[in-house]
C-alpha cells in the first residue's frame, strides 16, 4: 500500500472515529496464507501428476543426448565421414527438438501454475471476506501494513478456514 492511499485510508476513516464509532480492524498476511494453505500443497501435487510424465521425458531425452555425445567424442577419430555426420546430424536434430519441448514444458507449467495459483487468490479472497462478515470487521488490512499487532491478526483464522474447507 502506498503512503498515499494509507493517507486516503485514514482521512476516510476520521469521520467514522469522531462520531464516536468504534471501529474493528483485521489483519491478515494473505502471502503467508497462500504459502501455507492445504490447498497449495493440493495444487502443487496435482501439478506435479499432471507434469510428471512431459518431465520424465525430458530427463531420458536429456540423457540420451548425452550418451551419444560421449559416444561421439570416443569414437569419432574411429568413424567413417558419413557416420560421424550422421550421428553429428542427430545429436543437433534431438537437441533442437530437447530444446523446443523444454520451452513448450516451462510455458505449460507456468499458464497452469497461475492458473491455480489464481484459483487459490480467490479463495483465500473469499475465505477473508466471509471471516470478516462474520465477525463484522470494518476494516481488513494486509499488504502495505507497516505494522499489526497480534491482536487484529486473524491469518491463523483464515488458515483454519481453509484447513476446514479443504477436508
Do not use: H
Not at 120 to 137: D, F, G, S, W
Amino acid at each position: 500500500m502506498t503512503y498515499r492511499k494509507l493517507i486516503l485510508l485514514f482521512l476516510l476513516l476520521i469521520p467514522i472515529v469522531a462520531n464516536g464509532a468504534q471501529l474493528k480492524i483485521a489483519y491478515v498476511n494473505a502471502v503467508k496464507v497462500i504459502e501455507k494453505a492445504p490447498q497449495a500443497k493440493q495444487a502443487l501435487a496435482k501439478l506435479e501428476a499432471e507434469f510428471r510424465p512431459r518431465d520424465e521425458k525430458i530427463v531420458v531425452t536429456t540423457k540420451n543426448i548425452k550418451k551419444m555425445e560421449d559416444r561421439l567424442s570416443r569414437e569419432a577419430m574411429a568413424m567413417t565421414t558419413n557416420s560421424r555426420r550422421t550421428l553429428e546430424k542427430k545429436l543437433l536434430i534431438l537437441k533442437r527438438n530437447l530444446k523446443r519441448e523444454s520451452q513448450e514444458f516451462r510455458e505449460d507449467y507456468n499458464l497452469r501454475r497461475n492458473e491455480e495459483l489464481a484459483s487459490l487468490q480467490k479463495l483465500v479472497y473469499r475465505v477473508i471476506v466471509e471471516i470478516a462478515k462474520k465477525e463484522k470487521y470494518d476494516l481488513v488490512v494486509d499488504e502495505g501494513t507497516i505494522f499489526a499487532s497480534k491482536k487484529i491478526d486473524i491469518t491463523k483464522k483464515v488458515l483454519d478456514r481453509l484447513q476446514e474447507k479443504s477436508n
